[in-house]
């Protein structure tokens, strides 16, 4: 169905369109006013906010609001509460219009959790809870639960210092494409070429990172991707080698993920380096449903590799699992779950499927997919499960074409927590990116501003462009 908007407030164009797309699963939206289809119009005079909504021309609701915002104010104030009238009427309008009210409310951004501890830290919990409830919109099972991880992050974000970092390196490179990834990962090569072109630019990256390293005091390293053991023994040896020497006893994490990149060799050199925690992704345990998304694996080999990894003391082993991949339903999640915790996995990250409406992935699977109300008792039924065997929420992130416009969590045991995983989704510490894809980012607390430096993501350019990437992280870091 076409689906067009115009607002009197063309810069927040974009995110009106967002709030529309909590109610209404379209992919494209035409700017403007139309006669076909669902068209919404948003006008303001002063701080009154007004929409209506027409179906094929015909007027089929209407809402408005006063906004907060005084001409007054200062301008970034002033932008802020204008902004928030604008999406709350749209918001207004479409959950009268669908009869629906969406559990995050009217939020759409990336990191509730971080506006609830940044309300919370202003106003107080009971403040913050109640603008949750009355502005936003956000349910109060979605409340209690941003209030969790705000406590359980609480001690992890206190530790933090203006001499603190957090560094990353990416290896965007896998052995194969799962049917649902929008990463821009490349794929293994038969030689072996391109990897060894890329080790050597990361490495040399890597290197260079020592000098902004040691005017600082690194807490965590993370070595994600991609899958970092697509590569071979060798080419990993090599990554670790020299990362060690940015290595001072802080944590340290790599992202194993795929079972059929794992081995001894590599899990030997992974503890040699001295990293404690590490993943061992299942995404699921129903066989069918891994052949169907692509992964060449079967669930006996994740479970295989699961206690092979358990066999070298790491400290800490996370699983991902997603929730709404095609063909499952909530018996089939639950059976996952349950596996993967008798496992005895002490992080478990449950993720809702993303995927692009108008994808590939999504027309070849059209009907397979659960609704957005089954997605979202899975996740609650989780939620509850791992709440039942003491695991607690301490990280969670939000992604467009989310099944449902739920979230993806982190839940671990007591103790457990990767300070990484915190620092990076709640944006409270200076990251030092390294590699293909990465972005790093330097906070200026006096200013209230946060700076980045992004890498470029093609393996090619990367390979081509690394001393200008250096060049990057050193002008953001050292200011040279």
């Known amino acids: 169905m076409n689906v067009s908007l115009y607002t009197a407030l063309a810069e927040f ?125 956000v349910s109060q099972h979605k409340i209690d639960f941003l209030k969790k991880i705000c406590a359980v992050q609480k001690p992890i974000i206190d530790s933090i210092t203006e001499e603190s970092l957090d560094i990353y390196i990416g290896i965007p490179i896998c052995v194969s494409k799962c049917a649902y990834c929008s990463f821009p990962s490349i794929l293994t090569t038969k030689d072996g070429g391109l990897e060894e072109k890329y080790v050597s630019s990361l490495v040399r990256q890597i290197e260079a990172a020592a000098e902004i390293a040691e005017k600082r005091k690194v807490r965590s390293i993370y070595i994600g991707g991609g899958t970092p053991t697509a590569l071979n023994a060798k080419q990993l040896a090599r990554v670790l080698k020299a990362a060690k020497y940015l290595h001072n006893g802080c944590e340290y994490t790599i992202e194993a993920g795929r079972p059929d990149t794992i081995d001894e060799e590599k899990l030997a050199l992974i503890r040699e380096a001295g990293a404690a925690r ?19 694996h079967t669930a006996e080999d994740f479970f295989r590799k699961f206690e092979l990894a358990k066999s070298f003391g790491f400290s800490s082993i996370n699983c991902d699992l997603i929730v709404g991949l095609p063909g499952e339903d909530e018996a089939v999640f639950e059976k996952s779950l349950s596996e993967v915790m008798a496992l005895g996995a002490d992080n478990i990250t449950v993720h809702t499927l993303a995927i692009k409406r108008a994808s590939r992935f999504a027309e070849e699977n059209e009907g397979a997919f659960i609704s957005a109300e089954t997605a979202e008792g899975i996740i609650e039924s989780a939620r509850e499960k791992l709440f039942s065997k003491g695991f607690i929420p301490y990280y969670m992130y939000r992604q467009k074409y989310m099944a449902g416009n739920l979230e993806n969590a982190g839940y671990c045991l007591p103790g457990s927590e990767c300070i990484y995983n915190v620092d990076i989704m709640e944006e409270v510490a200076d990251i030092l990116a390294l590699g293909g894809g990465g972005i790093s980012k330097r906070i200026f607390r006096e200013e209230e501003k946060l700076v980045r430096a992004a890498s470029v993501k093609d393996v090619y350019s990367y390979i081509d462009r690394t001393d200008e990437m250096i060049g990057r992280n050193r002008e953001l870091f050292l200011g040279k």
């Not at 802020?80 to 604008?86: D, G, H, L, V």
């Not at 919370?120 to 949750?132: T, Y």
């Open 13 to 137: 164009w974009g995110d009106l369109c967002e709030e529309i797309r909590l109610f209404i699963p379209v992919r494209k939206i035409e700017n403007g006013i139309s006669e076909e289809g669902i068209s919404i119009h948003h006008e303001v005079s002063g701080n009154l906010h007004r929409s209506e909504i027409f179906l094929d021309g015909e007027k089929k609701g209407e809402f408005s609001i006063t906004g907060e915002e005084k001409e007054s104010d200062a301008p970034l104030i002033y932008k802020k509460f204008r902004k928030r009238a604008a999406k709350n009427c749209i918001f207004g309008l479409l959950s009268a219009y669908t009869g629906q009210t969406p559990p995050w409310g009217s939020l759409t951004g990336v990191r509730p959790s971080k506006l609830m501890r940044d309300n919370i830290r202003e106003k107080g919990e009971e403040a913050a809870e109640e603008l949750f409830k009355s502005e936003f919109h």
């Open 278 to 296: 590490i993943s061992v992704n299942a995404q699921t345990t129903c066989d069918a449903t891994l052949q169907r998304i692509g992964r060449a």
